[in-house]
């Protein structure tokens, strides 16, 4: 009889076990706090709808419908995304290959040869600052991909060592 | 070993960083330059004449527009400063003419330019992802080309080098030191520049495009959006320019509106967009040539602008083949080139053959570029792998779900508008059928192969059908998408890109199997597919 696995079980199953690092748990804190600043001003938008909305004499339950729209999105952006997203965030950089896996509903599996990585930043930003954390990101000739809310010093090390590895060889 | 915090690793030296600007403010005196290697050149003098009309090209409409309707009193003063400005701006045009040099010299092409802020620009030459000739109908009557240095400076606007008029000969012989310093770096002696104008043509002629096939490919181009766009923008260019006199009595007989009326109008400028769909293809296209010299590949086409490239093989990242809705029941497409270079992808760029049958791309793509001839990119040949049957069921639902999402939003829509009655988005639904259809083909479309070269094939249907064929060392990244429903059914979606600045580089397999996805992640990776050696975080 064949046994009936949950994804994450296939997820590691498979030939490539899932990325081992996590990111730094302060980042749901962060996270939590950008999307409470970034929710405030779509508030506040909606409440302004409501307020022209009811000059307008529409019915007010169909008036106020976009704020509550609002705050359950806030709600959810506050509390529920960050969450997930730190369960899901995992990441490890191999010797060959870069390998992220990320997702809120949809989980995103990435994998970048270090020979493809052109070059490599870190990146704190003024919130990320106040945390002590700090984002990698990579960029090869077709796009670029982060890693965000790394401890500043692990940050600083996983930003070496992929600058390390990257081959230099060039054959774009 | 620790690297500064903004750390360029000397592969960083590609792309972005290849290009180098210097805004150099201190006054050098660039009379007398050094002659080491290929002297500085200027570009040819009809550019002060070329760039003068371009930019008057412009003043056209307001100019006309004045001439007719203001009638005939020119002031006297009005055309004193017209020509005091226009003297200035080709003394401007001169003194920057003059500043205007290029040179290559180790390894290097370099341009300098700039009245004040002097600018120089230095390009390495392994950088170089492409070298275009293309002449207009105007410069041709200066017997100048313009040669166009295409870097993999993705998006940077600027970064790719322009050199607006040079005469065939210096054109050929720049051609010919961009390659041979290529090859054979350090100041090597001058190649004798035969100028040979404009039919430099060099190299194994693989294949030239026959009036028929031109015909053809014109009328199956599906080219109408653009040549819709380009009929309104006359229409109404005529409706400002011409007096209203000659509208008013179409207007009035135009009262007698009709469906019939209406249909026909219709008619007419369906035909009319077609014909000038055809019209562009023609001329875009006439006289195609695709050559084959060593490592690179010659392009050349347009009847009126003639354009030639040039693209080692090197720098090909993958071929795409485009079966457009109207070329694919007779069986043609068109094949493009996805490089690191052209940043603004125009409708033509990275064409490598216009109109070819698909039975043929195999025979032609061995040819001219070997590296990605997978026998798998004829469709009629061997089958690809297929997605797993219950990814159908999904195809179909996303494809008709979308029109009837529509239909409800239209509906709910105009119910909170007064007036409209909430009905008006049911017909939407009919849309519901044809939608089911495209989602089947979607489904029935995809599906991928791997040769024993590395080859990857990959087809999927957006509106036409596209083929996408690249090696494994070209993927830049790859990843596996689940979806929460994706995960119910096991499926994944599969996406990879390789480099390509016009944005057709991106491959994908939506609802594949998961496991034949997390497999085929791993199969186009560097390593072995099982790599039990896992080095942990420093």
Redesign the interface.
């Known amino acids: 009889m064949r046994v009936e696995h949950s994804?994450e079980q296939?997820l590691s199953l498979?030939?490539?076990p899932a990325p081992?690092?996590h990111l730094d748990p302060k980042a749901r804190t962060l996270w939590r706090l950008s999307g409470l600043l970034s929710a405030a001003p779509l508030v506040l938008l909606c409440a302004g709808a409501v307020w022209v909305l009811l000059r307008l004499d529409v019915h007010p339950a169909l008036a106020v419908a976009p704020v509550i729209a609002a705050c359950v999105a806030a709600l959810v952006g506050v509390i529920l995304v960050p969450d997930l997203q730190y369960r899901h965030w995992r990441y490890?950089?191999?010797?060959?290959?870069v390998d992220l896996q990320y997702?809120l509903?949809?989980?995103?599996?990435?994998?970048?040869?270090m020979?493809?990585?052109?070059?490599?930043?870190?990146r704190r930003g003024p919130l990320e600052r106040r945390f002590g954390l700090a984002s990698v990101i990579l960029?090869?000739?077709?796009?670029a991909?982060e890693i965000p809310a790394l401890a500043g010093g692990?940050a600083?090390?996983?930003?070496?060592?992929i600058?390390?590895l990257?081959?230099?060889?060039?054959?774009? | 070993m620790r690297v500064p915090s903004t750390p360029l690793p000397s592969t960083a030296q590609a792309g972005r960083e290849s290009v180098t600007d210097r805004v150099d403010r201190q006054v050098v005196v660039t009379g007398d330059a050094s002659t080491i290697g290929f002297a500085p050149r200027r570009l040819h003098p009809a550019w002060i004449i070329l760039t003068a009309i371009q930019s008057l090209r412009g003043l056209v409409l307001p100019l006309a527009v004045l001439v007719i309707s203001g009638g005939r009193q020119q002031d006297g003063a009005f055309l004193a400063i017209a020509g005091v400005l226009a003297l200035g701006s080709i003394g401007l045009r001169a003194a920057s003419w003059w500043m205007f040099r290029y040179e290559v010299s180790g390894g290097e092409l370099r341009v300098r330019s700039g009245l004040i802020a002097r600018r120089e620009r230095s390009v390495p030459l392994e950088r170089i992802q492409a070298v275009d000739t293309s002449e207009s109908p105007l410069q041709r009557l200066f017997r100048v080309v313009r040669v166009k240095i295409e870097t993999a400076a993705a998006g940077a606007a600027g970064s790719d080098v322009t050199l607006e008029a040079l005469s065939h000969a210096d054109a050929s012989d720049l051609r010919r030191r961009l390659s041979a310093e290529r090859l054979d770096p350090g100041p090597g002696s001058p190649v004798a520049g035969d100028a040979k104008p404009q039919s430099e043509a060099t190299g194994e002629l693989i294949r030239a495009m026959t009036p028929a096939e031109l015909f053809v490919a014109g009328v199956t181009s599906g080219r109408i959006g653009p040549a819709l766009a380009l009929l309104f923008g006359a229409f109404q260019f005529a409706d400002e320019l011409l007096p209203d006199s000659i509208w008013e009595p179409l207007a009035m007989e135009a009262r007698g509106f009709s469906l019939r009326g209406l249909l026909t109008l219709l008619v007419v400028v369906g035909l009319g967009a077609w014909l000038l769909a055809l019209a562009s293809t023609v001329l875009t296209f006439g006289g195609f040539e695709l050559r084959r010299e060593g490592d690179r590949l010659h392009i050349a086409y347009g009847l009126l602008d003639r354009r030639r490239s040039t693209i080692p093989l090197a720098r090909i990242q993958a071929i795409t083949m485009t079966e457009g809705l109207l070329r694919q029941p007779f069986g043609l497409a068109t094949l493009r080139i996805e490089s690191a270079a052209y940043g603004k992808a125009t409708a033509e760029s990275g064409v490598l053959f216009p109109l070819v049958r698909t039975r043929e791309a195999v025979s032609l793509l061995q040819r001219a570029c070997p590296a990605f001839a997978a026998a798998s990119i004829d469709p009629g040949g061997s089958r690809l792998h297929p997605l797993p049957r219950r990814a159908m069921r999904r195809y179909v639902l996303s494809a008709t779900g979308r029109v009837a999402a529509l239909a409800a939003v239209v509906c709910a829509a105009a119910a909170l508008v007064p007036g409209i009655p909430w009905w008006i988005g049911v017909p939407g639904l009919l849309l519901v059928l044809p939608a089911a259809l495209h989602g089947l083909l979607g489904y029935r479309d995809a599906g991928w192969a791997i040769d024993s070269e590395e080859r990857i094939v990959v087809r999927e249907r957006t509106i036409g059908r596209r083929t996408i064929v690249t090696v494994r060392r070209r993927l830049q990244h790859r990843q596996v998408a689940c979806g929460p429903f994706q995960r119910r059914a096991r499926l994944a979606t599969l996406r990879a890109a390789v480099a390509s600045s016009g944005g057709g580089g991106h491959l994908a397999l939506v609802h594949l199997d998961e496991g034949d996805a997390f497999d085929l992640l791993s199969r186009l990776g560097r390593s072995s597919p099982v790599s039990s050696e896992r080095t942990p975080m420093p």
């Open positions: 994804f296939r498979s030939s490539r081992r690092e490890e950089i191999g010797e060959e290959e997702g509903v949809t989980i995103t599996r990435t994998l970048i040869p020979a493809r990585i052109q070059h490599v930043d870190t960029y090869t000739a077709a796009g991909s692990v600083d090390s996983v930003r070496d060592r600058a390390a990257a081959n230099t060889r060039d054959d774009l």
